[in-house]
């Protein structure tokens, strides 16, 4: 009965190549996020979608798309793939987007670009 | 713009041994404050939030926080920690209000000693 459950756990691929992350919550929230991890541990936002309409997008390359199919799904695209984009990621969602909510996040996904 | 600053990378401690873990914030307006806990190879988990009212925060397995606005501190705390507390610690700061996005520490890797 995972709450916020992400596909695939890791991925590894080559510099050039475009993949997908997906994300799927079951808790009836509003608000969805996703993060970026880097090496360091340090976690930065990327984008967050309120009803599957963009509310926040961070300086972010343009290779990266997100896509809400529905509230409860929020997905990640990535193109022409580059070493610095290895890192995990990580989905989160929130009953609404004011910040006073508690955000859950998934386990993650391990990308790495060789 | 908010900023979030933990002041140690690394805090070893000997298990049942207390443990405080330091956290400084920066932000022009009122704020929420958090801190979340990220087991490894696991997502963040919240532990414990500032909103409002009494300055001392109360979390789970334990854990809790005092919010200090003089000294812009969050400062997270447990008089006993065990072997299953190792795991790496956020504090984070959002401006209240709005479509507002969290900005999260680097992260205090704690580590108890059997």
């Known amino acids: 009965d995972t709450a916020v459950s992400q596909t695939p756990k890791y991925l590894v691929t080559q510099m050039g190549n475009d993949k997908s992350i997906k994300c799927e919550q079951n808790l009836g929230h509003d608000t969805m996020y996703w993060y970026k991890q880097d090496s360091k541990k340090f976690l930065k936002i990327m984008f967050s979608?309120?009803?599957?309409?963009?509310?926040i997008n961070e300086t972010v390359p343009n290779r990266f798309s997100p896509k809400s199919p529905d509230k409860a799904h929020l997905n990640l695209h990535i193109n022409s793939l580059e070493l610095g984009d290895s890192a995990v990621y990580f989905c989160?969602?929130?009953?609404?987007?004011?910040?006073?909510?508690?955000?859950?996040f998934g386990p993650g996904t391990r990308l790495t670009v060789t | 713009a908010q900023s979030v600053t933990q002041l140690d990378s690394q805090v070893p401690v000997f298990e049942e041994a207390p443990v405080e873990l330091r956290c400084n914030y920066s932000s022009s307006v009122s704020v929420y404050l958090f801190w979340y806990v990220q087991y490894p190879n696991q997502g963040l988990q919240l532990l414990l939030k500032y909103l409002s009212g009494s300055t001392l925060v109360k979390g789970i397995n334990g854990f809790e926080a005092e919010f200090n606005k003089s000294q812009t501190s969050f400062h997270l705390r447990k008089p006993s920690v065990h072997i299953s507390d190792t795991a790496e610690y956020f504090c984070a700061v959002t401006p209240q209000g709005g479509y507002q996005k969290v900005t999260f520490g680097i992260g205090t890797k704690l580590q108890v000693i059997p």
């Open positions: 979608y309120n009803n599957k309409e963009l509310i």
């Open positions: 989160a969602s929130s009953p609404q987007p004011d910040p006073a909510y508690e955000q859950y």
